[in-house]
T-cell receptor, first 114, second 114 residues
Framework: DAGVIQSPRHEVTEMGQEVTLRCKPI?????LFWYRQTMMRGLELLIY????????DSGMPEDRFSAKMPNASFSTLKIQPSEPRDSAVYFC????????????FGDGTRLSIL | QQQVKQSPQSLIVQKGGISIINCAYE??????FPWYQQFPGKGPALLIA?????SEKKEGRFTISFNKSAKQFSLHIMDSQPGDSATYFC?????????????FGTGTLLAVQP
């Protein structure tokens, strides 16, 4: 079975540009999570969805960040405008909803903002 | 109160030795404690998890020890192998909002020397 698929794997862009990260969760999973990983702050949950509805976006750092889940098989995380401090690895994870279901992570998008 | 503190930051173990990684939490509402393993360029993958109603869980060479009164838990890797070299994250969660919001520790970089 295919795991969580993220694209692109690497993104290098200039400050001020719009960045869109994409995620395809595991088929049948109805919870989706976006994380950011940096050396300084570790793994941080940005936002999670359940049945395509955003449940908790308290981890989204500021209004420049937005996330959508238009259907059960696709989600995007957008940064507009991007800044150098947004450079990080962004992970998408999915799981079944319900108590303590394991989260399955994609291989991440390494984002560099110059 | 949402923090999970992890130590050590890095660990070097000889092949065949025991690797021990420790975590501590503050929020007594946490009721699920997973460990994730991450290889370079990959997303974290669930290794083993425990609930606070048991003091120990073993899966192969990996054991979680849990001390509810001290609010601490640890991962023991017996007979450590070079293939175990990776970054290990502890996490904690409390079920709510139809899913599980994981709070991750800062990670331990394990190197097993042949």
């Amino acid at each position: 079975d295919a795991g969580v698929i993220q694209s692109p794997r690497h993104e290098v862009t200039e400050m001020g540009q719009e960045v869109t990260l994409r995620c395809k969760p595991i088929s049948g999973h109805n919870s989706l999570f976006w994380y950011r990983q940096t050396m300084m702050r570790g793994l941080e949950l940005l936002i999670y969805f359940n049945n395509n509805v955003p449940i908790d976006d308290s981890g989204m750092p500021e209004d420049r960040f937005s996330a959508k889940m238009p259907n059960a098989s696709f989600s995007t995380l957008k940064i507009q405008p991007s800044e150098p401090r947004d450079s990080a690895v962004y992970f998408c994870a999915s799981s079944f909803s319900g108590e303590h279901q394991p989260q399955h992570f994609g291989d991440g998008t390494r984002l560099s903002i110059l | 109160q949402q923090q999970v503190k992890q130590s050590p930051q890095s660990l070097i173990v000889q092949k065949g030795g025991i690797s021990i990684i420790n975590c501590a939490y503050e929020n007594t509402a946490f009721d699920y404690f997973p460990w994730y393993q991450q290889f370079p360029g990959k997303g974290p993958a669930l290794l083993i998890a425990i609930r606070p109603d048991v003091s120990e869980k073993k899966e192969g060479r990996f054991t979680i020890s849990f001390n509810k009164s001290a609010k601490q838990f640890s991962l023991h890797i017996m007979d450590s192998q070079p293939g175990d070299s990776a970054t290990y994250f502890c996490a904690a969660s409390r079920y709510g909002g139809a899913t599980n919001k994981l709070i991750f520790g800062t990670g331990t970089l394990l190197a097993v020397q042949p």
